[in-house]
Nanobody, 119 residues
Framework: QVQLVESGGGLVQAGGSLRLSCAASGSIFSINAMGWYRQAPGKERELVAYITIGGSTNYAVSVKGRFTISRDNAKNTVDLLMNSLKPEDTAVYYC?????????????WGKGTLVTVSS
């Protein structure tokens, strides 16, 4: 079984920072892309950022310059450093990873961590 577990969400004031972390565990052979999505109340889930196994990154326009994604391939972890947070960043943040384990490569998702940014 493969699991993704997020941590680091919480309540922060506008302009503040938070770091989200996600750890993948279980029967993992390899991990390709890892990243973060978010879903705000009443809105569809949207991509925030992802990072490839080689370290290439991609960000949503709304977070570019404020958020930084990084990963540790040895530890199977991915972090999201969020600076200059805005109330519109309030959402449940979900970690995902393209993992090849005992089954062919597929997406795995965490259960989500809530980030609330107060104005």
């Amino acid at each position: 079984q493969v699991q993704l577990v997020e941590s680091g969400g919480g309540l922060v004031q506008a302009g503040g920072s938070l770091r989200l972390s996600c750890a993948a565990s279980g029967s993992i052979f390899s991990i390709n892309a890892m990243g973060w999505y978010r879903q705000a109340p009443g809105k569809e889930r949207e991509l925030v950022a992802y990072i490839t196994i080689g370290g290439s990154t991609n960000y949503a326009v709304s977070v570019k310059g404020r958020f930084t994604i990084s990963r540790d391939n040895a530890k199977n972890t991915v972090d999201l450093l969020m600076n200059s947070l805005k109330p519109e960043d309030t959402a449940v943040y979900y970690c995902y990873a393209d993992i090849r384990g005992r089954s062919p490569i597929r997406d795995y998702w965490g259960k989500g961590t809530l980030v609330t940014v107060s104005s």
